[in-house]
């Protein structure tokens, strides 16, 4: 039974052909009509590069964010398999006060997103990672790989703490020129990084390095990436917007909370249209 499973998952989660069999099917290629007229030209570099650099931001803001989740990342116990890292965001903290959410959903990050999906975007995930440190052979998403829940993603990455040195776990990434030298496959690959060098040849290989609240745009789908390789703990927010008709729905946190979600979104952005945060959260009409 375990080796089905097992069976099942590299099925659903690994086989590319798969994943567009499920966008196909996944009934939201009506949904959405309305244009949001965002314009910015993060979202022309982004498109261009697969990424650019995000903003920072205040110190106040990450001051709270810092105090609200560090007590919970210190009850963290590492696990030995499996990802080095957990999201701390819990439903109760789906509120228009939450500085996480806050952050968000504010011009600076929603914007930039909207604009990218020419004002379609739908919310994916919002995420307080805490990431350990881990010896041993590369896990998972330590390896290189692209994310494969849409053609097209926008990743926010914000340092909750300085990431000045490799041992801190920057966010590594080579650009969306650099990606089209690397092999494709219908199987969804995780590279180490010998093969990676190889297949990358002259392109660049390029790290986050910030202090806590600076920030970076990523298109995870299109830049192959790697992360959470960390000597020292490392604590970053990744808020990721993805298009209207994705391989996959919302992480269950959105997808269970998309009503206390908008009631947040009303408060924090009077200047949007209900239709548009409803789509956002693929909620349907009021």
């Not at 659903?12 to 949001?36: C, D, I, M, N, Q």
């Not at 261009?48 to 990450?62: I, R, Y």
């Not at 600076?108 to 440190?133: M, R």
Request: glycine fraction near 6%.
């Amino acid at each position: 039974m375990a080796l089905l499973r097992e069976i099942a998952s590299f099925v659903r989660w690994r086989l590319v052909p798969v994943r567009y069999a499920t966008r196909v099917t996944g009934g939201s290629w009506a949904r959405r009509r309305e244009r949001f007229p965002f314009r910015t030209a993060v979202s022309d570099a982004i498109q261009q590069q697969g990424h650019h650099q995000g903003p920072t931001f205040s110190p106040d803001l990450v001051a709270a964010i810092n105090a609200a989740y560090r007590p919970r990342a210190s009850t963290v116990k590492p696990k030995e398999r499996g990802a080095p890292f957990v999201n701390l965001m819990r439903p109760e903290d789906i509120d228009s006060g939450n500085p996480v959410m806050k952050l968000a959903f504010s011009p600076e990050v929603l914007d930039p997103a909207a604009d990218y999906f020419g004002g379609t975007p739908t919310l994916d995930s919002i995420q307080v990672l805490y990431s350990w440190p881990t010896d041993g052979p590369l896990r998972e998403s330590q390896k290189w790989h692209k994310d494969y829940g849409d053609t097209r993603s926008f990743h926010c990455i914000v340092y909750l703490n300085d990431v000045l040195k490799d041992e801190e776990g920057p966010f590594v990434y080579v650009d969306k020129r650099d990606t089209r030298r690397i092999s494709k496959a219908p199987i969804i690959r995780r590279i180490p990084d010998d093969r990676f060098a190889r297949e990358l040849g002259p392109g660049t290989v390029r790290s986050f390095y910030g202090k806590a609240g600076e920030s970076v745009f990523v298109d995870p789908a299109v830049c192959y990436h790697y992360g959470s390789r960390c000597r020292t703990p490392r604590l970053a927010i990744f808020v990721t917007f993805n298009s209207h008709v994705p391989f996959v729905p919302p992480v269950d946190l959105v997808c269970e909370n998309r009503q206390k979600l908008l009631e947040a979104a009303r408060t924090l952005r009077p200047d949007l249209s209900e239709s548009f945060l409803r789509n956002l959260l693929t909620l349907p009409s009021a």
